[in-house]
C-alpha cells in the first residue's frame, strides 16, 4: 500500500481547514474593530439582564423539552415506516400499529399526569 492512495483524503482534510478557517482570518484582518461599551454589554431578549444566567428553571420546562423530544423522535420513526408500508407487509404494518399504540400510551399517561400542563 502506497501514500498515493491517502493523498485523496488529504486533500480532502485540507480544503475542509482551509474553508473553515481561511473565512475567520480574513475576517478577522480585514474586518472592522471598534467596540464600545453598548457593543460589548451583553445581550438577553432585547433588555438589560437582571438575573445571573446561571439562574435555576423550572423542572416542568426541561420535562416539557424531554417528552417534545421523545415524541418528535417517535413520530420521526413513522416516515420511514409509511414509506416502506407496501414493501414490509402485514407483519410490519401491525409492528407499527404496536409502535403507534405505545406512543399512544405514553402520550396519555404524560397528560394524565399533567406533565403536559403549563401553569
Known sequence: MSLEQYLPVLLFILVGVAVGVIPQV????LGPNRPDAEKNS???CGFEAFEDARMKF???YYLVAILFILFDLEIAFLIPWAVA???IGS???WAGVVFLV???????YA???GALDWE
Open 91 to 93: 407483519h410490519g404494518f
Open 102 to 108: 405505545d406512543l399512544l400510551v405514553g402520550f396519555i
Open 111 to 113: 397528560w394524565k399526569k
Open 85 to 87: 408500508l407496501t414493501d
Open 26 to 29: 480574513l475576517g478577522y484582518i
Open 42 to 44: 451583553p445581550y438577553e
Open 58 to 60: 423550572d423542572v416542568r
